[in-house]
Nanobody
């Protein structure tokens, strides 16, 4: 599975961005999808995940109520809608695919995109 993120950019605090992750290669079927982020000097951290069906989603506490993960399996694409952005959301955002449901661990994901930069100015 190859993953390509898009949609990052520079936005003012309080603004919104929508990230997309397009999958290609092996079948997208059955994969759990996740979004992670890595700020300068920090470890990569889990942001949100979604099951294959899309019926279950899970988030890290700092983004609950502000970010929404969704997927369109007909387009092999997963999205991350980010609202009410804060400067501390500034990071490179990565899309990942795996088969372990509900995990927030990097080791639970098998495929990774190259990342897209999100910068939130104050």
């Amino acid at each position: 599975v190859q993953l390509v993120e898009s949609g990052g950019g520079l936005v003012q605090a309080g603004g919104s961005l929508r990230l997309s992750c397009a999958a290609s290669g092996r079948t997208f079927v059955g994969y759990v999808m996740g979004w992670f982020r890595q700020a300068p000097g920090k470890e990569r951290e889990f942001v949100a995940g979604i099951t294959w069906s899309g019926r279950s989603t899970y988030y890290t506490d700092p983004v609950k109520g502000r970010f929404t993960i969704s997927r369109d399996n007909s387009k092999n694409t997963v999205y991350l809608q980010m609202n009410s952005l804060k400067p501390e959301d500034t990071a490179v955002y990565y899309c990942a695919a795996g088969v372990v449901v509900g995990t927030e661990l990097l080791q639970g994901y098998d495929y990774w995109g190259q990342g897209t930069q999100v910068t939130v100015s104050s």
